[in-house]
Each structure stands twice: as structure tokens, then as C-alpha cells.
Nanobody
Framework: QVLLVESGGGSVQAGGSLRLSCTAS????????MAWFRQAPGKEREAVAR????????YYADSVKGRFTISRDNGHDTLYLQMNMLKPEDTAMYYC??????????????????WGQGTQVTVSS
């Protein structure tokens, strides 16, 4: 059974930090591109960051560049998102996702085969 389980969400004040984790099981996660998406109430799911299977390359949405860092530990099948300098507009449900192949459209949710259930991040002003 394929599972992606996110953790680490919570409530924080603006300017604070959180570290999200996503643990994969049931498939060979080290062969997959992985990404973080987020979705705020009433809005579409938005790509935040993605990382290659080896961890060598990363891409970020403009809204989080310089504040968020995506990383992975293939030895423990775990994906991370370090979020610093959080803003109220970062408030959303955060999801991890896995894709066997990604082209230039890494930000398209339809490119991903596996999804987690999400972890809530709330940033207060």
C-alpha cells in the first residue's frame, strides 16, 4: 500500500519557522521526484517546491524563494520542507506528492501519482 504521511504542521506567528516532514512507504520513493503543494480555503492547489529523485536539483515557487528549503533523505524515505520567515499568506494545507517523471511543468498537480493527506499550517499576524 502506497502511503505518504505528512507531519510537522501547526500554528505559528508571522516571522516564525516550521519544518514539515513527509514519510513515504509502499513504493521506491528514491526513484521519484517529490514536491510540496499547498491549498488554502477557496483557492486552487499551488505548487511550492520540488526536488529531483537524487536531491540534486530543486525548484521553488516565486512566493517562497529564499524562505523555504526542500530536501530529502532517501535513506529514510523522507521529504522535508523547512519554512522560515512565515507569512499569513502561507496559511494552507500542505501536501507532499510523488511523480515518477516530471518535465518542465513540475507545478501541475496532474503530473503526480501519489499524494499525502496533508498537514495544516496556520500563520497568524
Amino acid at each position: 500500500q502506497v502511503l505518504l504521511v505528512e507531519s510537522g504542521g501547526g500554528s505559528v506567528q508571522a516571522g516564525g519557522s516550521l519544518r514539515l516532514s513527509c514519510t513515504a512507504s509502499g513504493f521506491t520513493a528514491s526513484n521519484y521526484y517529490m514536491a510540496w503543494f499547498r491549498q488554502a480555503p477557496g483557492k486552487e492547489r499551488e505548487a511550492v517546491a520540488r526536488i529531483s529523485a537524487s536531491g540534486a536539483t530543486t525548484y521553488y515557487a516565486d512566493s517562497v524563494k529564499g524562505r523555504f528549503t526542500i530536501s530529502r533523505d532517501n535513506g529514510h524515505d523522507t521529504l522535508y520542507l523547512q519554512m522560515n520567515m512565515l507569512k499569513p499568506e502561507d496559511t494552507a494545507m500542505y501536501y507532499c506528492a510523488a511523480a515518477v517523471w516530471l518535465g518542465v511543468t513540475w507545478y501541475d498537480p496532474d503530473r503526480y501519482q501519489y499524494w499525502g493527506q496533508g498537514t495544516q499550517v496556520t500563520v497568524s499576524s
